[in-house]
């Protein structure tokens, strides 16, 4: 570190544009926002080296500071800054990796930091006129060392530890998304209203660390929302990729997901997977967004996943840009009680997914037509959520469903994801209706089969479905809560 008071630093605003250029102790005195750097060292243990400032120092005496920070001098970036200081403090030389550009704000020294990270097992040359000591750290050495630390450190060890978990529901539209008007931006061709489904999640951890020397996507059963059969592993890492460029990161990160039910049958789990991992990867990267905000960021890696970022009754609205086309709620989980039983009729895969079977769309002579009718359907479906009209709601959403099998039906090349045991139970549900049960199915890009019911008439459902031996699980669902953070990782 250089010892003179008149070198010049670089004041900045909170956008980090430049705005002066003065000497160190004026803008120490005025406290203003100036350009430093932190560097952190790793050896191959993973340990942190820390340095222990001189008891004479004017700020944070007898403290662990990084393993390298300084000023950034008039003329420089901060990554010479950065190549100047490891130089000068401990005789080293290496490829930095910038890690993050934050304000980091004690009290009279204002700082607009920037972090990056370098592996070195050392020797190292020690200005011993700055530093008592430096030596390596492991990272739980240093928690226990938390009030001898300076507030860079504890930045530092945040970006060590970006680890987040969150939980996201599925959810099942009662007016449906087929078709996209932009394929990059995954904006609908038409709205679509939904609810978020109680008992139908995925959870997924996901941690930003320069211990990864790649991006890792484990599964941890066979039944997640990653799979090559319907969200490849790249189309996960291009996610991150966009969580990465908002905050401005290189980290690379490990993501590990679970599902509690099967996968590519129709049951949406791209749209918890990616709810969940783009609530996740956020919180870890540092983001706080808004509802709004990360709904759109989901959106772009699964078009239906941003229905599933609010709860209760959704609506996606058809936007014709990027911050226009996003879900919001309409009206909360408690707001009727209503269920949404699914009938598991194969636990097969559907052969072709979702994104690249909607590609075709508008081949189909009868999209046209559908696209005509989608503004006054989504008009209809919430009025008859707002009005509790069952019977409406339940006529249209059976219709709809055929309707989106139709155009599935005449497009090429055609999709046919019904089983035997769809086409069984759609019929069968009409028979029940007339045996006085009301209730209505709906059916999404899958063979497995929702039915919408009253819960007051969840257990009279159940009780027909059970008579029927090719369903193979029943799982009831309410309105639920959106996705949400959780306290317990996956590793």
Known sequence: MKSSAQDLVTVVNEKDEVLNHLPRSQAHKKGLLHRT???????????????????NKDTFPDMYTVSASGHVDFGESYEQAAKRE???????????????????????????????????????????????????????????????????????????????????????????????????????????????????LTTTTVEFSPKYKKDEVTLLTSEVGFDSSEVSTDRVIKHLDRVREMVGISLKAKVVSNNNFPMGTGLSSSASGFAALSVAAAKAA?????????????????????????????????????????????????????????????????????????????????????????????????????????????????????ELHTIMLTQYPPLIYWTPGTLQIMKLVSHWRKEGIPVYFTINTGQDIH????????DKVKAKLKKLDFVKEIIVNTPGEGTRLSSNHLF
């Not at 750097?37 to 008891?55: A, H």
């Not at 550009?101 to 040359?125: A, V």
């Not at 039915?451 to 969840?458: C, D, G």
Request: glycine share 6%.
């Open 37 to 55: 750097i932190g560097v952190i060292i790793l050896n191959d243990q993973g340990q942190i080296l820390l340095q222990k400032r001189v008891k």
């Open 86 to 200: 490891i130089w000068e403090e401990l005789g080293i030389k290496g490829e930095l990796k910038f890690l993050k550009t934050l304000i980091n704000d004690p009290p009279e020294h204002r700082q607009m930091q920037s972090f990056y990270l370098i592996r070195n097992n050392g020797p190292f040359k020690l200005q011993y006129e700055e530093v008592s000591e430096a030596r390596f750290f492991t990272i739980a050495e240093v928690k226990k060392i938390l009030p001898k630390l300076t507030p860079t450190v504890k930045i530092a060890l945040e970006l060590l530890e970006m680890k987040a978990t969150a939980i996201a529901p599925t959810n099942i539209a009662f007016t449906k998304y087929w078709g996209k008007k932009n394929e990059a931006l995954r904006l609908p061709e038409n709205g679509s209203i939904s609810m978020t489904l109680s008992n139908l």
């Open 286 to 402: 540092g983001l706080t967004l808004s509802e709004k905000d990360l709904s759109i960021l989901t959106r772009q890696g699964s078009g239906s996943a941003c229905r599933s970022i609010p709860g209760g009754f959704v609506e996606w609205l058809d936007g014709n840009t990027s911050d226009t086309s996003y879900a919001k709620q309409i009206f909360p989980p408690n707001y009727w009680t209503i269920a949404d039983v699914v009938a598991l009729v194969s636990t097969g895969k559907k052969e072709v997914s979702s994104s690249l079977g909607m590609k075709s769309a508008t081949s189909s002579p009868f999209m046209k037509l559908r696209l005509s009718r989608m503004k006054q359907k989504n008009k209809q479906v919430k009025e008859f959520i707002k009005n509790r009209d069952f019977k409406a709601l339940g006529e249209l959403t059976e219709q709809e469903a055929l």
């Open 451 to 458: 039915l919408i019911v009253e819960q007051k008439n969840v």
